[in-house]
């Protein structure tokens, strides 16, 4: 991600934790930081970020015959090094510190509305609807794709500039404290939290340990008086409504009295109608996406646009104007599609337990078909959750749905255990492919495709 943060070295040495600067005379002028040499730009700070299989510094020639200013390198590096370098070097303990301590610098110069967005699942997506829908009247800053972690946030937080009126920025998590690292850097003045799920099982354990990640956010914004918005559709986080005192609530379940109701209706072609009310004036906003997922991630967007000013008028025109980019090397996040003379729910994105049913209602929505067969992968990271949750997944697909066809040995386990007549295990996807060439009624027939992004589920496609 390009971006154009400018950087005295009088800046440079305010905001870095550094040990020592190499190499620099009186003055230098950043502009834009990078941490990869192959799209680096001129006068860019290049940060030597080390990962499992890279390691940035192995690119600091790269950096510097593409006119980079300076680098910051780490001390362990510099430690075996330090004979070689004949360029502005800033050492530092942590490069991925030092990438954190820029962003947070640079975050402090902008004070127009940041919003977070956390939660289990539906995170990008509500992301994007929220960015559709303030973009009707601000200019909008919005995280790129999902890049969520220790580097994409710092990133997206680097991209501010003064033309920006609103950013929306998405959190996620994969092991305790992450939630409460990002929140603390990036300094939200609202927050949303999707909904608690099933996620990142192997590191997070288990519900409880899931919803203490994932509601740091809250607590973040407690402390410096942001607004959070609060899902009264999940039981976990409805409670928070009555611990939160600078909180504004919604959902779809009038009984929680929410300071804003959204009713979903689903339509034949599976894209929702969204009815909501604003100032006491009726909106329906129809959505071009598919599925009770999506229209539950757009109910947050309705809240966060009202309290930014937005009119119903505009919300609706925000929602409306939401386009899933969804199908990018034939992946998708819920999309209807024709492949051949199959028809399918592609879904194939990504997994875990709670995203695995609701595509099995929204399957089940589509009232068009006779038959409804899933075509389902492992789910990843779910750790000593793993065989539970897959057998609970095959009950529930088993006592609904026509056919479940399923591959990955997770789900090979899951089906031994449920010995359902309905649920069959192949071992790979063509094999999948080639016995729904011999099925009957398939003008009458759709089919679900959902796995974990791992079992590249869209493969089944190459053999259709």
Partial sequence: MKNTATFTLLELKSALTAIDFINFGNELNVSGVSTDSRTLEKNNIFIALKGEVFDGHDSLTDAFKKEASAAIISENWFKNHKNNIDFPAIVVKDTLKALAELAFFHRIRFNFPVIAVAGSNGKTSTKELIASVLSQRYKVLKTYKNLNNQIGVPLTMLQFDST??????????????????????????????????KEHLEQLIDLEQVEIEETFLFGNLMKTGGVCFINCDDQRLAKYKNILKNSITYGTDKSQKNDFNVEIELKNDLKPSLYFNINDENFVANLNAVGYAIALNATAAIPIGAYLGLTGSEIKAGLEAYRENSTEQSYARMALQNIGKFLFLNDCYNANPDSMLMSIKTLLAYKQAKKHIAILGDMFELGEATEEEHSNV????????????????????????????????????????NYMKKLDDIENTVFLLKGSRGMKMENIFLHL
């Fill in 394 to 433: 095959l009950e529930n697909a088993s006592n609904s749905l026509y056919k479940v066809l399923v591959t990955g040995k997770n789900m090979e386990q899951a089906a031994q255990k449920n010995k359902r007549n309905n649920i069959i295990y192949f071992e790979t996807l063509e094999e999948i492919a």
């Fill in 164 to 197: 920006h009126q609103a950013a929306v920025v998405e959190i996620g998590t994969n092991s305790p404290g992450e939630i409460s690292l990002l929140s603390e850097l990036l300094k939200p003045d609202l927050g949303v939290i999707t909904n608690i799920g």
